[in-house]
């Protein structure tokens, strides 16, 4: 936990000349020489940064002598012109913070604003338009920032519009905020709800009476139209995309028009459709009648082969898969979420994990809801949880202290809370990174102790409430290559292990299965039946995203492996994509090389020629969303390897780890020294050197070390 007030007497006793800090760019946010911020007011009501718009109270700035000195810039003011400046303070009452994505790799300049009503949203459009800024559609930041806006210049001048706080109206017989409609039987129901609620707050109202979504994900922390703008999916078989049970939607479009989406022609093209073609408002869903719900978790381990692995599926799973794959079984479950131990699979004997759901007629034991679910929905959603966002740099301008929200306020606005948060020493998850089989063994087993307590309380499949910040890809492909794809990647986690790479894979591998409908233009398959294979990767702590390029260059060899010639998976769109390396040598994701492969050519005329219709100024058209419609460039010329002398001299570059328990240096780096002064007591952190330039082997250095001392 950091220690604020330390780092504020530290502050206050800095003694270093008070020009040279009324100087620094901390305090000119716009380079244009006056001073923006650095100004504290210390009335009680007013206790805070005068300009807490612009300005913010950092613990400790070096050369600060007195309070006010504190006060600092927050990014992206530079240009007075850009959305980024202006929003702020034009819409202050709906502007929160800048847009980032949930675990905080990707950090933009967009404005991140909360509109509460129709009214609202249509000002917000026509400021956009007014001004030449962009709209993108943001939920609560769970999908990859980079679908809704990446951090290039182009998040200056686009807002990131929220549903986090908005209420549907109710216009002529139809309430859009919530209606159950179960007039022809339980059966037949469908709900219709405000698109920016969660699943949890969907949940709070219909589970009580037996109702559920046909399709969910682990969590409900999700805003219902970012699951249907995306390819979202559960692992409930014989159902797909959670968009496939969308049968009516109401969308406002470019120009403030509001449209009732119905005609299931035209609702393949909002499926799918990554925000480019307007904001998504209210949802009308089929429903499930389930009055018997049984939730169980299964583990089991046994020698790693195709024979076994299918029958922990089929058999003690109960997968409702058909006898192709692996057999005759009973096929009594709903659903299955499958965790894997690729690198005790890779030793000889795996060890395998099962989240397994029955229903109605197939559950035979522990099947009622809970006694008190209504109370235990109200406790879940009133729970008082650490708002990580507002704690390090507080909105009103205030010294960071810890600050706390409703949990289901948090989910819905920006995002679910870490299982330990606040920094890098109290994170346990990332303290754990490093021991790559500990934390494996640890998210083969966690589900299970999850859905234990869901099971106690609301007993509606949820089981993953609390969302630690890691990275992870998904890919589909075909269902019968499910263990030869699960096979490969755990032989790239033991090849990587054996090699001691920088990062080691470090958490389960996950599977699913999904059939897919014919029910959305931008489906990246056919309508079938695949597994979803799902690999995540825990950062290390004193991993900064500028150095996250260590992790995507291990995602891009599971990436290449899964839509390479033998599997020709396709990735979900939600999560890390399209990763490609650049003319510097650094793998990053959401590459337009890579993007532009997703679909097909008739695939990307047919809903860009919609699209047209839809937003013919392009009103929403920005992000890496855009990446999957281009068309795909040349390939670049590899230019031929001209061999060079070896040289392998000592680099002077240095770079400064994080403050951890467990500090290491990134790949290519070697620790130098200690440097524990700055740290929290009991943490350190490294000042890392290069030992030799890339391609040096630690021989050849030698003796080139010792040749320049002979000659010395």
Known sequence: MKLYITSLLVGLATSTDKASV????????????????????????????????????????????????????????????????????????????????????????????????DEEILELLAYARDNGYKIRPAGSSHSTAGLVIGPGEESSNTIALSLGKYVAPEAGDQNWEFELRNDNGPEDATVVVNAGWTQLMLYEQIRPLDYMLPAATAGPLFQLAGLVANTCHGGWYGKGYIHQYVVRMRVVTHDGTFKIIDDPEELRYWKSS?????????????????????????????????????????????????????????????????????????????????????????????????????????????????????????????????????????????????????????????????????????????????????????????????????????????AEQTFEALNDIAEIYARREREGAAFKWNSALELRFIELDDGAVMNQKPAGLYATVEVIAFPFPEYGPSDWHTFYEAFKEIQDLMQGPTYQGKAHMGKVFGLAKGDDGIVRPY?????????????????????????????????????????????????????????????????WTHCSLNPACPTGYAKDRNEDGPCTWGTKRWVCKWATKGGCTNTSFKARNENKMNTA
């Open 22 to 117: 009324l100087a620094s760019s901390n305090y000119d946010c716009n380079a244009d020489g006056e001073e923006d911020c650095n100004d504290f007011s210390h009335r009680l009501r007013m206790r805070g940064c005068v300009d807490s718009q612009k300005c913010y109270y950092k613990t400790h700035v070096k050369g600060a002598r007195l309070m006010r000195n504190h006060c600092v810039c927050r990014r992206c003011f530079e240009d007075d012109d850009a959305a980024a400046a202006r929003v702020p303070y034009d819409f202050e009452d709906m502007y929160q913070q800048r847009f980032r994505s949930w675990h905080h790799a990707e950090l933009t300049c967009a404005s991140w604003v909360f509109p509460s009503s």
């Open 591 to 655: 590459q337009v090389e890579e993007a532009c492969k997703v679909y097909t050519e008739e695939q990307k005329s047919n809903f860009l020629a919609y699209k047209q219709q839809m937003d013919p100024d392009g009103l929403f058209e920005a992000g890496d969303a855009m990446k999957l419609l281009r068309q795909c460039p040349a390939p670049k010329e590899v230019p031929k390897e001209v061999k060079k002398e070896d040289d392998c001299r000592d680099s002077v570059k240095e770079h």
């Open 274 to 478: 990554f925000g480019l073609l307007g904001i998504i408002l209210s949802l009308e869903f089929k429903l499930d009648h389930n009055p018997k719900f049984q939730q169980e978790s299964i583990d089991k381990k046994f020698a790693w082969n195709k024979e076994n692995f299918w029958n922990f599926i089929k058999q003690d799973a109960s997968a409702d898969l058909p006898d192709y794959l692996g057999g005759k079984g009973p096929r009594q479950a709903t659903s299955g979420q499958f965790f894997l131990d690729a690198y005790k699979a890779m030793d000889g004997e795996a060890e395998m994990s099962a989240i397994v759901f029955r229903k109605n007629e197939h559950a035979v034991k522990n099947y009622d809801k809970p006694r008190g679910i209504e109370g235990a929905y109200d406790r879940q959603i009133n729970k008082s949880v650490l708002d990580e966002d507002r704690s390090d740099k507080p909105w009103d301008g205030n010294p960071a202290v810890h600050r706390y929200t409703k949990y289901g306020t948090l989910v819905r606005e920006n995002g679910g809370p870490d299982v330990l948060p606040w920094d890098d020493v109290s994170s346990v998850n990332n303290a754990l990174a490093r021991g790559h089989r500990k934390m494996t063994g640890l998210t083969v087993s966690g589900p299970g102790m999850l859905l234990k307590g869901n099971s106690r309380t609301m007993k509606d499949g949820y089981f993953a409430t609390k969302v630690p910040k890691v990275l992870y890809s998904a890919y589909i492909v075909p």
